[in-house]
């Protein structure tokens, strides 16, 4: 045996390892959790914490009484994909953005350069405007996938995929999104599990 095995002074966990017991741990789903325990949790696993509540939140509300929400959101009477329509509602945080304006004069430049502006200005607003409204939902459902992401490895959320043949945990085939909020989670934002 090695010697430095045989030290007293090892780690608890290690010393269980050692003796073939399992080290105890708290698995992210056993233990109640309260608000300041979500915002923590995000902070430890989220590079961008804010976003991924404001997320999280977006995901309570598109759920209702329910715990999943998606693959479709049913608003103002039109149906749109859970992911859609939480990159529409954070949309008014990318309009704030330095980088929206950028975007702006990056998109005039591209279309001018391609010759498909029209010579009416309002008309040429509008087309920048909708180039860049599809640009914008294009990030942001790239930056919902990332925080959604996140929500899951904090153990918050869980996904999967519904679609067009058969329920799946990966995307493709025609599979929306279905993003489920644990009871715990719900009861730490204050909504009836």
């Known amino acids: 045996m090695d010697h430095a095995a045989e030290q007293s002074d090892m780690p608890s966990e290690i010393a269980q390892l050692r003796e073939g017991a399992r080290p105890r741990s708290k698995a992210a789903n056993d233990i109640e959790i309260d608000l300041p325990g979500v915002l923590e949790r995000l902070a430890d ?33 039109r149906v749109i994909a859970i992911r859609d329509w939480l990159s529409d509602a954070l949309m008014p945080m990318a309009q704030r953005d330095a980088r929206r304006v950028a975007v702006v004069n990056q998109v005039r430049v591209e279309l001018a350069r391609k010759g498909v502006l029209p010579a009416d200005e309002a008309q040429a607003e509008e087309m920048i405007a909708e180039e860049v409204r599809a640009r914008l939902r294009h990030s942001g459902r790239t930056n919902v996938s990332r925080a959604v992401s996140d929500l899951v490895r904090a153990g918050l959320i869980r996904r999967h995929y519904q679609g067009y043949r058969v329920d799946h945990e990966n995307r493709g085939a025609q599979r929306e999104a279905v993003y489920t909020i644990t009871p715990r989670v719900r009861r730490a934002l204050g909504r009836v599990a």
Do not use: C, H, W
């Not at 914490?49 to 209702?64: D, E, H, K, Q, S």
């Open 45 to 77: 696993v989220s590079a961008r914490p804010r976003y991924t509540f404001m997320v999280l939140n977006l995901i309570a509300r598109a759920a209702g009484q329910s715990d999943s929400a998606g693959p479709y959101v049913r608003e103002d009477g």
